[in-house]
């Protein structure tokens, strides 16, 4: 994310690593995740402690959406129909997008968060 003062805040964290794909139906699915997230001490799915569970769910994005591209804008508009974070679930999401060699860039519209105007850009790599 990009504050108004050009600040850029990491979220996830600077190593942040992901997949996204988007088929011919025009579903997408995107995760992103903290790399450095601790691993449950004791190696079982549904028993870690508070904290090794806050940190999971809190360093982990995950959704799935219906998309459509309007090329003639250069956006994206989808609506999550599942997601790890259950508010998100309907919401309509707009993007501005770009491509530059084998990187793909995602811009959102301004938005306030804690009275600080941001901008979340998202910069996806092609690899392999």
Not at 60 to 76: C, G, H, I, M
């Amino acid at each position: 994310m990009r504050k108004s003062t050009g600040e850029v805040l990491y979220p996830l964290g600077p190593d942040c690593a992901g997949s996204i794909l988007f088929d011919a139906t025009g579903v997408l699915s995107a995760q992103l995740m903290r790399p450095d997230r601790p691993k449950f001490s004791s190696g079982d799915i549904v028993r870690g402690t508070d904290d090794e569970i806050r940190a999971a769910y809190q360093g982990f994005v995950s959704f799935w959406a219906k998309y459509q591209f309007d090329e003639s804008k250069r956006e994206l508009t989808y609506v999550i129909e599942g997601s790890l974070f259950p508010n998100r679930v309907g919401h309509t999401n707009l993007r501005f997008y770009e491509f530059e060699g084998n990187k793909l860039t995602f811009r959102t519209p301004p938005f306030l968060m804690a009275g600080t105007e941001l901008v979340g850009v998202l910069i996806w790599e092609r690899v392999g």
